[in-house]
Every structure is written in structure tokens, then in C-alpha cells.
């Protein structure tokens, strides 16, 4: 059974930092390009950061230079380090692994930024 277990999400002011972490269990994990997305109320789930089994790393415009993502393959794990955070970030943020042969997803965890 496939899991992907977000954590780190929380309160954190404008400006602030967080570091969000997904534990995945039931895959071969370094043949998976992982990702982070995230929904907003009343918006479509878009892509934050992605990287793939090689290392290669991905952002849209909105979050250059303030998030990063990394993996460590030999903890299972992927991370998203996010920097001068701004209320517009404010969302659910899910992990996401995905291959040719499957696309999993985690539950989300929640990220408040306060202005």
C-alpha cells in the first residue's frame, strides 16, 4: 500500500519560514519524480516545486528563490524549505509522487501565512 505522509505545516507569520516533509512507504522511492502542489480555497491545485529521480528541480515564477525542494532517497522523504513566506501562500500543500506507472498523492497539510 502506497503512502505519502506530509508534515511541517502550521501558523507562521509574513516573512517567516517553514519546512514541510513527506515520508513515503510503498514505492521504490528513487524512481519516482516527486512534487509539491498546493490549493487554495476556491482555486486550482498548482505545482510549487518538483524534482525529479535525477536531482533536476523545478519552480514556477511565484515561488523562485524563496522555496526549494530536495529528497534524500535513502530516508524515503521530500522536502520543501519555504522562505519569506507571503499571506498568498496560504493553502494546502500535498506531496506527490509520480512515475509511468503510477501518481500517488499524501492528504495535504495545512500552511497559514499571517500578514
Known amino acids: 500500500q502506497v503512502q505519502l505522509v506530509e508534515s511541517g505545516g502550521g501558523l507562521v507569520q509574513s516573512g517567516g519560514s517553514l519546512r514541510l516533509s513527506c515520508a513515503a512507504s510503498?514505492?521504490?522511492?528513487?524512481?519516482?519524480?516527486m512534487g509539491w502542489y498546493r490549493q487554495a480555497p476556491g482555486k486550482q491545485r498548482e505545482l510549487v516545486a518538483s524534482?525529479?529521480?535525477?536531482?533536476?528541480?523545478n519552480y514556477p515564477d511565484f515561488v523562485k528563490g524563496r522555496f526549494t525542494i530536495s529528497r534524500d532517497n535513502a530516508k524515503n522523504t521530500v522536502y520543501l524549505q519555504m522562505n519569506s513566506l507571503k499571506p498568498e501562500d496560504t493553502a494546502v500543500y500535498y506531496c506527490?509522487?509520480?512515475?509511468?506507472?503510477?501518481?500517488?498523492w499524501g492528504q495535504g497539510t495545512q500552511v497559514t501565512v499571517s500578514s
Open positions: 506527490n509522487a509520480q512515475a509511468k506507472w503510477g501518481n500517488y
Open positions: 524534482i525529479q529521480s535525477g536531482g533536476s528541480t
Open positions: 510503498g514505492i521504490i522511492f528513487s524512481m519516482y519524480a
